[in-house]
């Protein structure tokens, strides 16, 4: 089965980096999502890795680590506009296609 | 323009009543699923179709009917509402031909049952 695990919520200020980490259990893996949720909006598509290492996207990166189960989602400069939830996922049973499993989500307060 | 939308946005209905949640897209994406969001839980899958024809059951397919005669379509129906079903309902589609292939959300149904 599947299993992801993020801390519920989190808080940074204006200008900081702040990471947002995950871990999961899959049976299979090909690959790992990340989304963003603003408040009463639909989320959004942020990354998707499938190789170890990190992945740099503007202000966002992410990080995996097949061999440990993790990864993590780096957001640097942050903007007020970046208060939202952010989704962790992975493809059930290693199959295209098929739905993704999603994390519960970690909140993310970003104050001035 | 290209998208997914959900109708309608907000929907209040009254237990024990049948409701259809709409969801259309114009990708000729070959996979449509429906989640619902609750506080607590996530985002957790209802069904998903891999083409016109072709449903499955997700996670949390109790209480839920789909059907998929046209691939643009993928309506959502409730058969006899109850308070448990009171939740945020996404549409989504995704191209699917590769693992990498993300999920494109609509806009969500905001149903509340009394």
């Known amino acids: 089965g599947q299993n992801i695990d993020q801390p519920t919520e989190m808080t940074a200020t204006e200008g900081a980096i702040v990471q947002i980490n995950c871990t999961y259990q899959?049976?299979?893996?090909?690959?790992l999502f990340w989304y963003q949720q603003h408040a009463g909006e639909a989320p959004t598509f942020l990354s998707y890795?499938?190789?170890?290492g990190l992945e740099e996207k503007g202000r966002f990166s992410s990080f995996l680590s097949r061999s440990k189960g993790y990864s993590y989602l780096l957001l640097k400069e942050l903007q007020m506009k970046d208060s939202a939830s952010y989704l962790c996922?992975?493809?059930?049973?290693?199959?295209?296609?098929?739905?993704?499993?999603f994390g519960k989500g970690t909140t993310l307060s970003v104050s001035s | 323009d290209a998208g997914i939308t959900q109708s309608p946005r907000y929907k209040i209905t009254e237990t024990g009543r049948q409701v259809t949640l709409m969801c259309h897209q114009t990708?000729?994406?070959?996979?449509m699923f429906w989640y619902r969001q609750d506080l607590g839980h996530g985002l957790r899958l209802i069904y998903y179709?891999?083409?016109?024809?072709?449903?499955d059951k997700g996670e949390v397919p109790d209480g839920y009917v789909v059907s998929r005669s046209k691939t643009e379509n993928f309506p959502l129906t409730l058969e006899s509402a109850t308070r448990s079903q009171t939740s945020v309902y996404f549409c989504?589609?995704?191209?699917?031909?590769?693992?990498?292939?993300?999920?494109?959300f609509g806009n969500g149904t905001r149903l509340t049952v009394t």
């Open positions: 890795n499938v190789l170890d």
């Open positions: 996922a992975v493809p059930p049973r290693g199959q295209a296609g098929t739905a993704l499993i």
């Open positions: 899959t049976s299979g893996f090909n690959g």
């Open positions: 990708w000729s994406h070959s996979y």
């Open positions: 179709s891999a083409a016109a024809d072709i449903t």
């Open positions: 989504a589609s995704s191209e699917g031909s590769s693992y990498n292939s993300p999920l494109h």
